[in-house]
Antibody, heavy 121, light 108 residues
Framework: QVQLQESGPGLVRPSQTLSLTCTVSGDSITRGAYYWSWIRQSPGKGLDWIAYIYHSGTTYYNPSLKGRVTSTVDTSKNQFSLKLNSVTATDTAVYYC?????????????WGQGTLVTVSS | SYALTQPPSVSVAPGKTARITCGGNNVGSKSVHWYQHKSGQAPVLVISYNRDRPSEIPARFSGSNSGNTATLTISRVEAGDEADYYCQVWDTRSDHVVFGGGTKLTVL
């Protein structure tokens, strides 16, 4: 059974860079059948897709965040990461990593528990 | 960009049927996926490809999709079904993922 676990600082200062890592266990990140993704949920709001990445490094980003977001993969550690720069209070959210089934229509078949990141001085 | 619209809330009595809609322009031509999200927990896929149910999801959960509306139906609702439900599609033209705004299901 695949498991995903987010890790990273819970508090980030405004204008700084938010950095998170997702560690995957029970599956290889290089297995070609999946992308790996980041989703967030701001307080009182719905789910918001951020990015997804293939083990080759090919990435797709939400255009509303493009320019501030970068996702990378470390196959040696079976991890993938998220960096969001120039953060503001509106980036405060629970951040989830998830596995994306590559098929006729992408969907998320396994999720991490999520990690709360607060942007505050 | 493509958008999905869900009602903010749906209320239903235990044992009754809940229907949660997801509206979008010609959404019937797309595959819709549904997630259950309980507070403090990871979201769970409950329906994929409009009507396919993962093996661990009870048969009380079903889905349909036609025209401009996709629907998640929960039969014989239980207190444990109380959660937020999200629909999701993949916009193949842009390779972007789109979520609906979510519907809070309240079991009375």
């Amino acid at each position: 059974q695949v498991q995903l676990q987010e890790s990273g600082p819970g508090l980030v200062r405004p204008s700084q860079t938010l950095s998170l890592t997702c560690t995957v266990s029970g599956d290889s990140i290089t297995r070609g059948a999946y992308y790996w993704s980041w989703i967030r949920q701001s307080p009182g709001k719905g789910l918001d897709w951020i990015a997804y990445i293939y083990h080759s490094g090919t990435t797709y980003y939400n255009p509303s965040l493009k320019g501030r977001v970068t996702s990378t993969v470390d196959t040696s550690k079976n991890q993938f990461s998220l960096k969001l720069n120039s953060v503001t209070a509106t980036d405060t959210a629970v951040y989830y990593c998830a596995r994306v089934k590559i098929s006729a229509s992408l969907h998320f078949d396994n999720w991490g528990q999520g990690t709360l990141v607060t942007v505050s001085s | 960009s493509y958008a999905l619209t869900q009602p903010p809330s749906v209320s239903v009595a235990p044992g009754k049927t809940a229907r949660i809609t997801c509206g979008g322009n010609n959404v019937g031509s797309k595959s819709v996926h549904w997630y259950q999200h309980k507070s403090g927990q990871a979201p769970v896929l409950v329906i994929s490809y409009n009507r396919d149910r993962p093996s661990e999801i009870p048969a009380r959960f079903s889905g349909s999709n036609s025209g401009n509306t996709a629907t998640l139906t929960i039969s014989r609702v239980e207190a444990g079904d109380e959660a937020d439900y999200y629909c999701q599609v993949w916009d193949t033209r842009s390779d972007h993922v789109v979520f609906g705004g979510g519907t809070k299901l309240t079991v009375l």
